[in-house]
């Protein structure tokens, strides 16, 4: 398998030299609207790590979010940020790669934003495999509209709009990422900060579309799977010298839940990424066209 | 005046496009100026269209009222063009037995043709051009050019079969050419060729309303396109992925029409010019997205084209019914600029006007066209097509490393800009409320200011748009203005020069863009004393509503249309003379 991995600084003409920052200056003052306990501080502090030991510039990223709290997190860290639509991250952020593929481009949310208004843009960024990172905050619940069922939720999880119990079972999302071939398919947990930061930077590095599905508690409104629930269940894929080249055992991996969840790099896949096959995206500048380009364009309509 | 009118008719799938773009672009480049209008079933196979095909010595943007020579590929579709037919037309078709009586019809044995000098039936379609070029005077010069260049990438072969059908059609009619035709419209009585315009020879091209859509958007420097097949804007995005490598252009096609907005405005957000193409149906779809345009003030061009709706409607036929729509489009209230170009070449300019207006006033600019402007072919001047893709950005000035506010309010609305990926400093866009910033804020007075702010731009774009004009009047002669928008312009103006042509007192008043409404403008036409009319393809008459709305203007009436069939001159002349007679003008 084509190792992905590639200096992102080669291609970043604002920081040449490598600097690796501290996790502070990535500290921004917007004032933070999480509940005390939320998972997503968790979440925060390994984001913040893994940019700082990556060598990145603040004004090199460009996070694009959707509707949520787990799409606040960008104002709550330095860096560019387009806070869109719900559902409408992934499409947003493929804009932003193409047009300009020299900045970080990460797309962040939670599994409402990710999984259902966003699930026709999930399914195609799987298969276009546009190179950037997609952090989905999953606490399989929807919080900052206080609690109805995701499509995350087990089956039968009573929530405000499942007061008898789901009907449906839960949506797997890393299954269907492994079964498109997805460039990169990890899972982390917000309790683990370090790991998390590993595997995010293993995610950025990857030349492609790396998922990585990050495990949270909601305090205010999923009352199962806590913080403890989940504690008790995961596990490091490390631990048990999982290939992550291999794809058979990738996808059982994937679906693996209940009393042992895994943690770690699932899925990585050989794809070249979009922009790859696609050519030297950038072209040719504007000012650079071809002087005689509307003659030749008038070519077969004269 | 010299002209002529022709009707192709054929099933969907015989090659109809083919026959009138080859045919208009001989006639262009023997000196012609052509209008080709499309009548395009819903289908891929069978059904029945047709090409109206009009070439005259002077400039032309309707069809014209008679057919003159009609060419049915398939003898029974003869029937419905009947009622069509000038006196003297002629009938060319495949078989001549069991046609309607009366007619003078002319045998073409489309089908032997193709397969004894074409090797394969569809080629009964170049036979056809041939016949046509022999039918109306033209000689069969420069073929191999012509299917060359239209056919460059099926291969030399393809060609050749092209060209040997067309010449063996040419034969077929011009052994008899005067006794079957009579109307040898393009030849002077000595029997040389005509020209239109003394002989001389400009440079025209023939090109749709979508082509011209793309180009000048391609011409104003746009970088990224996107869109989601839908008629009748899914030939712009082709044409933008047709010529993608030489114009040094991302092209798009999304998974849906939601995507391709939301990408559109990503890639506009990080600083490319960008333009999202879609109709009807699929412009609703992309509403919340437009909305989202408005909040984060993003600079982006978006093409819309109409048909009959609701819903699905007539995929493939003409309306100008979404209007109001466009104006009112997206959720809570932001300042847009709606541009309703006529033809091909108002449509080159409204592309550059919309990324001037977008980028300038960092704003959505909306182009709206409709299915019979953007599938037509028109003759445009070579001259009238320039690149200008300078950038109109404000930029601001002196800044400390990390102090960009994104939505710095100022007194015009319009906040300097700078994209992402900048040195030091960085961009924040939200669509929620924000602060100058760009964080989220629920402050009361930080969303007085944005609103105040979002909508002090609207009197910049307002007068930065030309005002609307009023053509062929002069002064203090028309009692009765006949206002209209988009494509109905070329319909409009020659039932009004006809009108005037037998002393009666009226003009037509265009409207290139019709929101900002240009009331000023509108109410210093309108004065005192005339009357105003509206003639738009929509039910309820949506342009009257907006006269009424922005001007306190109200209409005497409005001559509509809204079959899915583009007006005629002589539908609109009728109706403006009934109009002209109620208000005693």
């Known amino acids: 398998m084509a190792d992905n991995r590639r200096d992102l600084t080669e291609s970043l003409p604002v920081n040449s030299d490598r600097v690796v920052l501290v996790p502070k200056a990535f500290e921004s003052s917007d004032p933070i609207a999480w509940c005390p306990g939320c998972g997503n501080f968790g979440i925060r502090e390994a984001v913040k790590l893994a940019l700082s030991e990556l060598g990145l510039k603040p004004e090199q990223t460009c996070f694009v979010s959707g509707i949520g709290q787990a799409a606040k997190a960008p104002h709550y860290i330095n860096c560019n940020l387009f806070n869109g639509l ?180 699932i899925y990585k896949s050989g794809r070249k990424s979009y922009d790859e096959l696609v050519g030297d995206m950038t072209g040719p500048r504007v000012s650079d066209r071809v002087p005689g380009l509307l003659d030749v364009l008038l070519a077969g309509l004269r | 005046m010299s002209e002529v009118n022709l009707v192709i008719a054929g099933r969907a799938g015989q090659g109809l496009q083919v026959i009138s773009r080859t045919l208009g672009r001989m006639l262009v480049r023997t000196g012609h100026h052509v209008f080709i209008s499309q009548d395009v079933m819903s289908r891929i196979r069978g059904g029945h269209s047709f090409a109206r095909v009009r070439a005259s010595t002077k400039p032309v943007a309707a069809d014209g009222d008679k057919t003159q020579v009609l060419v049915a590929l398939d003898p029974s579709l003869v029937a419905r063009h009947v009622p069509d037919l000038a006196e003297d037309a002629v009938v060319v078709t495949e078989a001549t037995d069991d046609l309607p009586e009366g007619l003078n019809a002319v045998r073409l044995p489309l089908a032997d043709l193709a397969r004894e000098h074409g090797e394969d039936p569809v080629m009964a379609n170049a036979a056809a051009v041939g016949a046509v070029l022999a039918l109306v005077g033209l000689e069969p010069d420069g073929l191999d050019e012509m299917f060359g260049s239209q056919f460059a990438h099926k291969g030399s072969d393809v060609v050749k079969r092209n060209v040997a059908a067309a010449e063996a059609g040419f034969r077929a009619i011009s052994e008899d050419r005067v006794r079957c035709c009579p109307h040898q419209l393009l030849r002077t009585e000595d029997g040389r060729q005509k020209t239109g315009d003394a002989g001389r020879k400009p440079d025209r091209v023939l090109i749709s309303g979508a082509e011209a859509l793309a180009l000048g958007a391609i011409a104003a420097g746009v970088r ?217 804020t629920e402050s009361r007075a930080m969303r007085i200011l944005m609103v105040n702010k979002r909508d002090s731009k609207l009197a910049g774009i307002r007068q930065d748009l030309e005002a609307a004009k009023v053509e062929d009047m002069a002064e203090g002669e028309a009692e009765v203005l006949a206002f209209c928008f988009g494509s109905a312009r070329g319909v409009v103006a020659e039932a009004v020069t006809r009108l005037r042509g037998e002393g009666r007192k009226v003009a037509m008043v265009h409207l290139k863009h019709v929101w900002p409404f240009p009331a000023d403008a509108v109410s210093g036409l309108v004065g005192d004393g005339r009357k105003v009319v509206t003639v738009e393809q929509n039910y309820s008459g949506q342009l009257a509503q907006l006269l009424l709305q922005e001007c306190g203007l109200r209409a005497a009436g409005t001559v509509r249309r809204y079959d899915g069939r583009p007006f005629t001159v002589a539908e609109v002349e009728a109706g403006l003379r009934e109009l002209m007679g109620a208000t005693s003008g």
């Open chain 1, 86 to 265: 719900h559902g409408r991250t992934l499409p947003v952020a493929t804009g932003v790669k193409l047009a300009n593929p020299r900045l970080a481009v990460f797309a962040e949310g939670g599994d409402g934003d990710g999984y259902a208004e966003g699930g026709n843009h999930f399914l195609h960024a799987l298969r276009r495999n546009i190179d950037m990172t997609y952090l989905v905050h999953d606490n399989q619940i929807y919080g900052l509209t206080k609690g109805q069922t995701s499509p995350t939720s087990e089956g039968g999880m009573k929530t405000r709009t499942t007061p008898c119990g789901a009907i449906e079972p839960a949506f797997r999302p890393l299954a269907l990422a492994v079964m498109m071939d997805a460039g990169f398919v990890a899972r982390g947990f917000c309790a683990r900060p370090r790991q998390l930061a590993d595997v995010v930077k293993l995610a950025v590095e990857h030349r492609g579309f790396s998922l990585v599905e990050i495990l949270q508690n909601c305090v205010s409104f999923n009352h199962v799977n806590t913080a403890k629930w989940y504690s008790h269940r995961v596990y490091d894929l490390t631990e048990e010298r999982h290939d992550p080249a291999d794809r058979d055992k990738a996808y059982h991996k994937a679906l693996e839940w209940g009393d042992r969840i895994p943690l770690g790099v």
């Open chain 2, 224 to 440: 990224v396109v996107t869109g989601y097949p839908m008629s009748p804007a899914t030939p712009i995005v082709e044409y933008c992925f047709r010529h993608a490598r030489q114009a040094g252009l991302i092209v798009e096609q999304t998974e849906d029409e939601v995507s391709a907005a939301n990408l559109a405005i990503g890639a506009a957000f990080a600083g490319a010019r960008a333009m999202v193409c879609t109709a009807g149906g699929g412009f609703c779809l992309m509403n919340e997205a437009l909305s989202l345009d408005g909040m984060t003030e993003v600079p982006l061009v978006w093409c819309v084209g109409m048909r009959p709706g609701p819903a699905t409607g007539m995929a493939t036929r003409t309306a100008q019914a979404d209007v109001l729509f466009s104006i009112y489009a997206g959720h809570g209230e932001f300042p847009r600029a709606v541009l309703t170009p006529a033809d091909a070449s108002q449509s080159f300019r409204a592309a550059r006007d919309a990324f001037r207006i977008a980028e300038r006033y960092q704003t959505p600019a909306i182009i709206l066209f409709d299915q019979f402007m953007a599938d037509a072919l028109w003759t445009v001047d070579r001259d009238e097509l320039t690149m200008d893709g300078r950038r109109e950005r404000r930029e601001p000035e002196e800044l400390k490393p990390y102090s960009y506010r994104r939505y710095e309010a100022t007194a015009s609305g319009v906040s300097p800009l700078l994209f992402p990926g900048t040195p030091e400093q960085l961009v924040y866009a939200d669509s929620d409320e924000h602060t100058e910033e760009g964080h989220i």
